[in-house]
């Protein structure tokens, strides 16, 4: 079986007809990461012995006809998600010997299918960027080009999957985080809807806008894997109680009289013409597939960036005041409390993630509250409006998901203004709440992968694969050379 | 930006810079401050009555004692003495 090639449902089938067992299936995918990861960097942790034991488990299981959709199936796990027992580091220094107490309830949910965890991947600190390049150690590269940036911050998760050291993988996304990496390494991420996925023992960094979700070779995969993490957990008090359905259930219905929105500012001078380009041509695709094309504004977009940053710097500051170094993670030195407390964070963060909490204590300071963090909920509320707006008219909404390709390392990651405007594309979606998933659409002449998003309503992921799904099932990817 | 205010912003952050380490932070945050200053030309106001992202907090669990995780588990990321975290004298 080549390994490269199969899907989640092609792995379940192969284990199931004892065509493999999931002991030989974890031993490839290890086999793999020990030639692969040295040139990507993808993971942090690989977890040989515990991946080995748990597929063992899974074989007694499949042998006993009780396997489940993801028994045996090995995945990445992006490391700002606790794993009891295993090192969840958030790609800092501040947490390079943590080893949580408790696994996260995503963790809980894998564990009661019987999945098989390979390691823990790479990630921008604290899931602050889109390089995976503030990450204190593995710094992810892309598979496309190695000298290029895989996007962040979940950017090992996605590099994973498109070099083929996992099937899928979970990741998060507060601003992007999830399906700009996935534009970069031309593979398939999902972000759920606030509250569709359980946030207990992801790392917080911004709660209002965090949200884990899969990152898999294709839409399908990807609603396989939501399937088993998503639900109401007593947990995480921001959970739904919206019943989860099979969120594939819509795979392979038509999308003839679907109305596809392309709002107009997200197709602006800021864009590469090669990536409007693409995403242009894929809206004739769906024209051709029957649906109809919707012309609309998003006028606060503008504004959006600045929002984001503002609601996420102060909610990171408040999340990110817990590491002191007294209970767990990097203890500094200091003859009081205050000169300990201090020593430890300066040591423990890096430049991104002190330049955002800085940030976030100057929205929220006196005589600044009211000028920048409420006029950015002013914002987020004018954001929703406008999305509901457009849904008056159109199902799904059709957007670039970054401005241009992945760059080259060190070619903008250092200039966190630039950086940060970087984003437009995507963060309107987490200040909404709202579902989106991001797919390859085409490539640039440097045979770099572009992707394209499409933006749901409220707990529709299943449109969104569907719609997903009726474009990949007519787009020819083009493997990397770990792929092929 | 100027220097005061990084100060005030490293004691509300609880963060240490060098003289050195304090210039570059103040000319990053300036531009960052720059690019947040947009949001001061939409005239719009937020309106606390209406966000909550739909969670209903009558629905939260019920207030009840559980077993929680082993003592020495959660204290296994820390050094400490006798159970308990050690943390350096705060009062002479």
Redesign the interface.
């Known amino acids: 079986m080549d390994i490269n090639k199969v899907s989640l449902s092609g792995l379940r089938k192969a284990l199931d007809n004892k065509e493999i067992s999931a002991v030989e299936l974890a031993e490839e995918y290890i086999s793999k990461i020990k030639t692969v990861d040295p040139e990507i960097e993808g993971y942090i942790t690989v977890t040989e012995e515990q991946a080995l034991e748990s597929a063992k488990r899974a074989q007694e299981l499949i042998d006993g006809g009780d396997s489940r959709p993801l028994t045996g199936i090995p995945l990445a796990i992006k490391d700002n998600i606790c794993t009891d027992g295993i090192r969840t580091t958030c790609a800092s220094k501040m947490l390079e010997?943590?080893?949580p107490?408790?696994n996260a309830t995503v963790i809980e949910k894998l564990n009661e299918q019987g999945y098989v965890l390979l390691g823990k991947s790479s990630m921008d600190e604290f899931a602050m960027g889109g390089s995976t390049q503030t990450a204190a150690f593995s710094k992810t590269k892309n598979p496309y080009d190695t000298d290029r940036v895989p996007g962040g911050s979940s950017g090992g998760s996605a590099a994973i999957v498109s070099a083929g050291t996992a099937p899928a993988a979970l990741g998060s996304d507060t601003g992007g985080s999830i399906r700009q990496p996935s534009s970069f390494c031309g593979v398939t991420g999902l972000k759920p809807t606030?509250?569709r996925v359980s946030r207990y023992g992801l790392i917080a960094f911004a709660s209002?806008l965090d949200q884990i979700g899969p990152i898999a070779n294709s839409a399908e995969d990807c609603g396989i894997l939501l399937n088993a993490v998503a639900g109401t957990d007593?947990h995480d008090?921001?959970s739904?109680?919206v019943p989860v359905k099979d969120f594939n259930e819509k795979i392979g219905q038509s999308i003839a009289g679907m109305k596809i929105a392309l709002p107009q500012e997200f197709f602006g001078e800021s864009t590469d013409e090669e990536v409007k380009q693409a995403v242009t041509d894929a809206a004739k695709e769906y024209e051709k597939l029957g649906a109809t094309l919707v012309d609309c504004h998003m006028s606060?977009l503008?504004?959006a960036?600045?929002?984001y940053?503002?609601i996420s710097g102060a909610e990171a500051?408040s999340n990110l005041?817990r590491f002191?170094g007294?209970?767990?993670?990097l203890?500094g030195e200091?003859?009081?409390?205050?000169?300990?407390?201090?020593?430890s964070?300066?040591r423990g963060?890096g430049a991104e993630v002190?330049?955002r909490?800085?940030?976030g204590?100057?929205?929220l300071?006196s005589g600044y509250y009211d000028?920048?963090y409420?006029?950015?909920?002013?914002?987020?509320?004018?954001i929703i409006k406008e999305y509901n707006e457009i849904y008056e008219k159109a199902d799904v909404i059709l957007t670039p998901t970054a401005p241009t390709v992945a760059y080259r390392i060190g070619e903008q990651e250092t200039d966190?203004?630039k950086m940060?405007?970087a984003d437009i594309c995507t963060v309107t979606v987490n200040i909404a709440?709202l579902p989106a998933i991001s797919l390859p659409c085409g490539y640039n002449s440097d045979g770099m992968p572009i992707g394209m998003s499409l933006v749901g309503k409220r707990f529709d992921e299943a449109t969104l694969i569907q719609t997903a799904d009726a474009y990949q099932r007519n787009f020819a990817a083009v493997p990397n050379k770990y792929r092929a | 930006m100027d220097i005061q205010?990084?100060d005030?912003?490293?004691e509300?952050?609880?963060?240490?810079?060098n003289d050195e380490e304090k210039q570059k932070?103040m000319e990053?945050?300036s531009?960052?401050?720059?690019?947040?200053?947009?949001?001061?030309?939409?005239d719009?106001?937020?309106?606390?009555t209406?966000?909550n992202?739909?969670?209903?907090?009558s629905?939260?669990?019920k207030d009840e004692a559980k077993p929680s995780?082993?003592t020495e588990?959660?204290l296994?990321?820390?050094e400490p003495q006798d159970n308990c975290?050690v943390?350096?004298?705060?009062v002479e």
Do not use: W
């Open positions: 010997s943590f080893v107490p408790y606030y509250g209002s007593e008090a921001t739904a109680r606060s503008k504004y960036v600045a929002a940053y503002l500051a005041s002191d007294i209970k767990y993670g203890r200091g003859r009081s409390f205050d000169e300990m407390i201090r020593d964070r300066s963060f002190k330049r909490i800085l940030l204590n100057y929205a300071s000028a920048y409420r006029k950015a909920l002013a914002l987020k509320q004018q966190p203004v940060y405007l709440s | 205010t990084i005030h912003l490293c509300l952050s609880k963060l240490n810079f932070v990053e945050m531009a960052i401050i720059e690019l947040m200053d947009t949001v001061k030309e939409i719009l106001t937020y309106d606390d209406k966000d992202n739909s969670i209903k907090y629905e939260v669990r995780y082993p588990k959660l296994s990321n820390t975290y943390v350096p004298k705060m």
